[in-house]
T-cell receptor, first 110, second 117 residues
């Protein structure tokens, strides 16, 4: 089955800096890679996703890149703001089996 | 609001109690999921239902019993739990299970914070 590794587990940046979170996956058949943001007291919410036929996707300050050969994908947040502080999860979907990373706690200091 | 609601939001129970968690989705989806979220661990998939039929049970102990009476509602019945079962229990839904990824984008509820004493 799929195994997803996520790094770092915690990340602290200054407001305005960029943040990068990286994930690797094991199943080469995985074809969908969502990223979720979980704020305190809430469930995870999808913020961006990428499919295996695309190498990069951008939505305002958030971008995701996918390297299928190396089986890794990354979340990039530019011009970080305090409201970006949350736990971020990556996931990989192979067939019907969605596997999640352990999460990254991002803190943006004002 | 994601269109997925869960009740109660918080639950404290003793090891001998019986309680149920409820999930309801208002998105017209046909697949529903239960996940367990423990600190510093990946989300653990517990159960999957597709069109009211259970399609996956990830070796979950029998003290957790799911029920899916229709595509909009999902329950998790709890009995004789252990303190290590304390966690955030998340419900999610998606359009349906299938080979196309458009069916599998999952929407999560806010979770039930369960504490077992």
């Amino acid at each position: 089955g799929e195994n997803v590794e996520q790094h770092p587990s915690t990340l602290s940046v200054q407001e305005g800096d960029s943040a990068v979170i990286k994930c690797t996956y094991s199943d080469s058949a995985s074809n969908y890679f969502p990223w979720y943001k979980q704020e305190l007291g809430k469930g995870p919410q999808l913020i961006i996703d990428i499919r295996s036929n695309v190498g990069e996707k951008k939505d305002q300050r958030i971008a995701v890149t996918l390297n299928k050969t190396a089986k890794h994908f990354s979340l990039h947040i530019t011009e970080t703001q305090p409201e970006d502080s949350a736990v971020y999860f990556c996931a990989a979907l192979g067939g019907n089996d969605m596997r999640f990373g352990a999460g990254t706690r991002l803190t943006v200091k004002p | 609001e994601t269109g997925v609601t869960q009740t109660p939001r918080h639950l404290v129970m003793g090891m001998t109690n019986k309680k149920s968690l409820k999930c309801e989705q208002h998105l017209g989806h046909n697949a529903m999921y239960w996940y367990k979220q423990s600190a510093k661990k990946p989300l653990e998939l517990m159960f999957v239902y597709n069109f009211k039929e259970q399609t996956e049970n990830n070796s979950v102990p029998s003290r957790f019993s799911p029920e899916c009476p229709n595509s909009s509602h999902l329950f998790l019945h709890l009995h004789t739990l252990q303190p290590e079962d304390s966690a955030l229990y998340l419900c999610a839904s998606s359009s349906q299970l299938g080979t196309s990824v458009i069916y599998n984008e999952q929407f999560f509820g806010p979770g039930t914070r369960l504490t077992v004493l």
